[in-house]
């Protein structure tokens, strides 16, 4: 399949079913770019299992992966669960999805469900189906007192905690909580952004992996923990309830950065 420049990039990236072959190189920004050389988390290890198979969206940079299994292994230990569930990383050669997602277009974005990973193997239609379970609370005020306890602190701080962590996406009454229960060792708060949703799973975003030079980072986040003003503002009515903005039109392949019109069409890693 031949990408036009003037094609809906989600539409020829969403199609594709298989990664390009060569290196790994994350390329462009997290919500404008592709992968190339994309290699796939196993549905199963020791702590962890993925949700979600039909989608496909399992795909990432190996630093992601490694990351993953690594994380799955040391949130296992902090919090007494048997493992996580992890949601959507990204297409087999990234770029926009068809559904959902603005980001997870580089292959250094997951999603990671709140809820312990339960002690059998899950089915595949049970993967497919059971649903998300959030932990805030009606209302949006805090967390849901009825499932949160300290294995959920332990859990969002190991994250922050990663050296390879750009920013983590959860809920603002989640963020409201760790900044509640967080001592007087605060620095790890600060990459932890709140952002609308994600009150049943949190988005881990990586740093570009070192030498990947057409990976594009974003800024660091403000200095700070973040739990003053700044988060006073997701709980006022503007923060609630923001202004919808039109729908933006679809990224075409001639806004990637141009290498990704190449990844789109190459030949499938063997
Ligand atoms: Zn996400």
Redesign the pocket.
């Known amino acids: 399949m031949a990408a036009l420049p003037a094609d809906a990039a989600k539409r020829v990236f969403g199609k594709i079913e298989a990664p390009s072959a060569g290196p790994p190189r994350s390329i462009g920004k997290y919500d404008r770019g592709c992968i190339s050389g994309a290699v796939p988390l196993s549905a199963d290890g020791p702590n962890w299992q993925v949700m979600r198979p039909a989608r496909n969206r399992a795909w990432g940079n190996p630093v992601l992966i490694d990351t993953i299994e690594r994380l799955a292994a040391s949130a296992a230990q902090a919090t007494g669960w048997p493992g996580l569930l992890i949601g959507?990383l990204g297409q087999p050669r990234g770029g926009p999805m068809i559904t959902g997602?603005a980001?997870?277009q580089i292959g250094l974005?997951v999603?990671i469900w709140v809820i312990p990973m339960p002690d059998r193997r899950l089915s595949v239609t049970e993967r497919d189906n059971l649903p998300a379970r959030s932990v805030v609370a009606r209302g949006g005020n805090g967390v849901d007192l009825a499932i949160w306890d300290p294995s959920y602190r332990k859990l969002y701080e190991t994250v922050a905690r990663l050296p390879e962590l750009a920013r983590m996406?959860v809920n603002p009454a989640i963020k409201r909580e760790l900044c509640h229960e967080a001592g007087a060792d605060r620095d790890w708060l600060r990459k932890v952004r709140p952002w609308w949703g994600h009150d049943d799973h949190f988005?881990m975003r990586l740093t570009c992996p070192p030498g990947q030079t057409s990976c594009e980072n974003q800024d660091p986040p403000p200095p700070g923990d973040g739990c003053g003003k700044e988060l006073d503002y997701w709980f006022t009515p503007e923060g609630r309830h923001p202004k919808p903005s039109p729908p933006a039109p679809p990224l075409l392949v001639s806004q990637l950065p141009p290498e990704c019109a190449a990844v789109a069409t190459a030949p499938s890693a063997p």
Request: proline content about 0%.
């Open positions: 959507d997602h980001s997870h974005d999603d996406f988005h």
